[in-house]
Nanobody
């Protein structure tokens, strides 16, 4: 079994930055892709970004150029650096792991999920 733990999150003003982290424990495997999703109130959970084991990354258009995903396989940790935050980025952010697909853009490709962390961007 794999556990994903996401400390962090918080409140930040528009235009500010925030860094999320997600540490994996248990039967981890760095050959699988990791990702971040988010869910705003009364909205569906949506893809934010993913990173394959070789470091290839994919981003939603809404965050491209502002967010950066990275991973440290030695620490079994994935990071999400969020810059130039906007109020519409407000959501619960979830890290996800264990995707064996190609781009890993869909939530149903991930068997492992973190508990989620709240990010609130104020005007």
């Amino acid at each position: 079994q794999v556990q994903l733990v996401e400390p962090g999150g918080g409140l930040v003003q528009a235009g500010g930055s925030l860094r999320l982290s997600c540490a994996a424990s248990g039967r981890t495997n760095s050959n699988y892709a990791l990702g971040w999703f988010r869910q705003a109130p009364v909205k569906e959970r949506e893809f934010v970004t993913s990173i394959r084991w070789g470091g290839i990354t994919y981003y939603a258009d809404s965050v491209k150029g502002r967010f950066t995903i990275s991973r440290d396989n030695a620490k079994s940790t994935v990071y999400l650096q969020m810059n130039s935050l906007k109020p519409e980025d407000t959501a619960v952010y979830y890290c996800a792991g264990g995707c064996s697909g190609y781009r890993c853009l869909n939530s149903n490709e991930y068997p492992h999920w973190g508990q989620g962390t709240q990010v609130t961007v104020s005007t």
